[in-house]
């Protein structure tokens, strides 16, 4: 959502991990599919969590259901496989963003704006002061706090919500509302939630 960008990518930073690795990843083969129900469901809202539809990755990446819901959100473990554990609960619209992101679309495919939920926190890659959709030599894996996106093409200019900085030196904090990717068909809105554990 890793956005959604999440990741679904994320921007503003609040600490540097490690270039490719950190000692905590979770390898989603090495958890069972109940395990990994139970990560998707911890993003959202206890409210909306229980009614929601859970999609995994599989071997091949794509995203396969594995519980079916009744309120049109779906929790996924993992927006990025190959980083950390970063749950997301989104609506279809925030679904439709997410899989036009992953899939290089010019624009996401929503038409309306859509909600998502990381009670989690989630991570994003950065390098050279610029948000990656992957990790690559030279990145560093930045951990986000626990945050809500609302994923429509906000503009800084005509809105006066500022952009969030790619900055690790400064703590992003609850209450802080910005713009993630400004400028760009997947701009959001980042609403940072509590503080990060």
């Not at 960008?5 to 989603?28: F, R």
């Not at 049109?72 to 609506?91: A, H, I, K, L, R």
């Not at 706090?145 to 609302?150: A, D, E, G, S, W």
């Not at 990717?181 to 939630?193: E, K, S, V, W």
Request: net charge negative; glycine share 8%.
């Amino acid at each position: 959502m890793n956005c959604v960008v999440s990741a679904i990518v994320v921007t503003s930073s609040l600490a540097v991990g490690n270039l490719w690795a950190d000692e905590n990843k979770t390898d989603q083969k090495q958890m069972s599919r109940d395990e990994l129900i139970t990560l998707a469901l911890s993003a959202g809202p206890a409210h909306i969590a229980k009614d929601a539809s859970v999609m995994i990755h599989d071997e091949n990446g794509k995203l396969v259901e594995v519980r079916k819901g009744a309120n049109g959100f779906t929790c996924v473990p993992m927006v990025d496989p190959t980083t950390q554990p970063d749950p997301v609960c989104m609506d279809k619209l925030v679904l439709q963003y997410y899989e036009s992101y992953m899939k290089g679309d010019p624009k996401p495919a929503n038409t309306a704006p859509g909600i998502s939920y990381m009670a989690q926190g989630a991570h994003h890659w950065e390098k050279n002061g610029k948000v990656l959709k992957k990790g690559e030599p030279g990145a560093q894996l930045i951990k986000d706090p626990p945050h809500v996106m609302i994923m429509w093409p906000f503009d800084s200019r005509t809105t006066g919500i500022p952009t969030c900085p790619i900055d690790p030196g400064k703590p992003a904090r609850p209450g802080v509302v910005c713009i993630v990717l400004h400028d760009t068909p997947y701009a959001f809105l980042m609403i940072y939630q509590g503080k990060m554990e």
